[in-house]
């Protein structure tokens, strides 16, 4: 089974605050995605990536940035936490299913500003 | 621009009735089409995907059928269960460009929210 975790579920920062969300997965994935998910806004993708310390840019990367230092950890960072940052965070990485690329997903981080 | 949209915000059904979810698109350069299942403060678990070779594909409880002419999907889960209360969220894959990396990039829709009542 894939598996991806993260390295918090729940987390408090303050406003200005560095964060640091950690995700691993063990199945030899090439890539590997950071999303936010909100109401009504369903998944919207942060950044990816699809090889060690190469990166792209998704639909909101304002405000965020990543590393991915080895294949199987891939980083969000928030440099400088803002409220409108509180959300839920999800990682997820992709490989084969069927024939097609598939996203297998962690359990997710809340992240609450204040 | 949303190119995969899910316009019903939620869905009741009553246990054992049909449970259908819809979901359009508009970039016909889309030929994999995914359904995930997620509860609350978890993850999205993939369930169900299909080709835009077929128009329908079934597993247990779940079928999805796509009608490319319409940019249409729809997911069917017969008969509904308790348990399948959740957020359903459909998801697309742009065609794969010989030659070119595969990122596995995926565009999801906003989500369903799906109560099934005993």
């Known amino acids: 089974d894939v598996k991806v975790t993260q390295s918090s579920r729940y987390l408090v920062k303050r406003t200005g605050e560095k964060v640091f969300l950690e995700c691993v997965q063990d199945?030899?994935?090439?890539?590997m995605f950071w999303y936010r998910q909100d109401p009504g806004l369903g998944l919207r993708l942060i950044y990816f990536?699809?090889?060690?310390?190469?990166?792209e840019k998704g639909d909101i990367p304002e405000g965020y940035s990543v590393s991915r230092e080895k294949k199987e950890r891939f980083s969000l960072i928030l440099e400088s936490a803002s409220t409108n940052q509180t959300s839920m965070y999800l990682c997820?990485?992709?490989?084969?299913?069927?024939?097609?690329?598939?996203?297998?997903f962690g359990p997710g981080t809340r992240l609450l500003v204040l | 621009d949303q190119q995969v949209k899910q316009n019903s915000p939620s869905l009741s059904v009553q246990e054992g009735r049909i449970s259908i979810l819809n979901c359009d698109y508009t970039?016909?350069?889309?030929?994999?089409f995914l359904w995930y299942k997620k509860y609350p403060a978890e993850g999205p678990t993939f369930l169900i995907s299909?080709?835009?070779?077929?128009d329908k594909n079934e597993d247990g409880r779940f079928t999805v059928f796509l009608n490319k002419s319409a940019k249409h999907l729809s997911l069917h889960i017969v008969p509904s269960q308790p348990g399948d209360s959740a957020v359903y969220f459909c998801?697309?894959?742009?065609?794969?460009?010989?030659?070119?990396?595969?990122?596995?990039?995926?565009?999801f829709g906003q989500g369903t929210t799906l109560q099934v009542k005993p």
């Open positions: 970039n016909s350069m889309f030929d994999y």
């Open positions: 998801a697309a894959s742009p065609t794969r460009i010989h030659g070119s990396s595969n990122t596995g990039k995926l565009i």
């Open positions: 299909i080709s835009s070779i077929k």
């Open positions: 199945m030899d994935h090439e890539n």
């Open positions: 997820a990485s992709s490989g084969l299913a069927g024939g097609r690329e598939t996203q297998y």
């Open positions: 990536s699809y090889d060690v310390k190469m990166k």
